[in-house]
Nanobody, 124 residues
Framework: QLQLVESGGGLVQSGGSLRLSCAAS????????IGWFRQAPGKEREGVSC????????NYADSVKGRFTTSRDNAKNTVYLQMNSLKPEDTAVYYC?????????????????WGQGTQVTVSS
C-alpha cells in the first residue's frame, strides 16, 4: 500500500518549536517533490512549503518564511518540516503531499499522494 505518514505534531507554547516528519511506505520519495499543507478549522487549506526531489529547491508561504524550514533525507525516505517561533495562528492539521514535479507543488495543484495529517496546536 502506497502511503505517506506524518508524525511529530503536538501541543506547544507560542514561540516554541516542533519538527514534523513525513515518511513514505510502499514507494520511494526520491522522485517526488514534497509539499506541506495545513488546514485550520473553518479556513481554507494553505500551502506551507515545497521541496524538490533532490532537495535543491524549496519554496515557502510568506506566512512562514524565516520560521519554517523543509528538508529531506532520501536515504531515510523521509521529509521534515522544522517549525520555529511558532504562533497561535500556526495551529492546524498539517499534511504532507507528494508531487511528480516541483512546479506542481509550488502551484498547489492536485498531488499524487496525501498523508493523513498531524495536529499542531500552538497555545498563546
Amino acid at each position: 500500500q502506497l502511503q505517506l505518514v506524518e508524525s511529530g505534531g503536538g501541543l506547544v507554547q507560542s514561540g516554541g518549536s516542533l519538527r514534523l516528519s513525513c515518511a513514505a511506505s510502499g514507494f520511494t520519495l526520491d522522485y517526488y517533490a514534497i509539499g506541506w499543507f495545513r488546514q485550520a478549522p473553518g479556513k481554507e487549506r494553505e500551502g506551507v512549503s515545497c521541496i524538490s526531489s533532490s532537495g535543491g529547491s524549496t519554496n515557502y508561504a510568506d506566512s512562514v518564511k524565516g520560521r519554517f524550514t523543509t528538508s529531506r533525507d532520501n536515504a531515510k525516505n523521509t521529509v521534515y518540516l522544522q517549525m520555529n517561533s511558532l504562533k497561535p495562528e500556526d495551529t492546524a492539521v498539517y499534511y504532507c503531499v507528494a508531487y511528480r514535479l516541483f512546479r506542481l507543488c509550488v502551484e498547489a495543484l492536485g498531488p499524487d499522494y496525501w498523508g493523513q495529517g498531524t495536529q499542531v496546536t500552538v497555545s498563546s
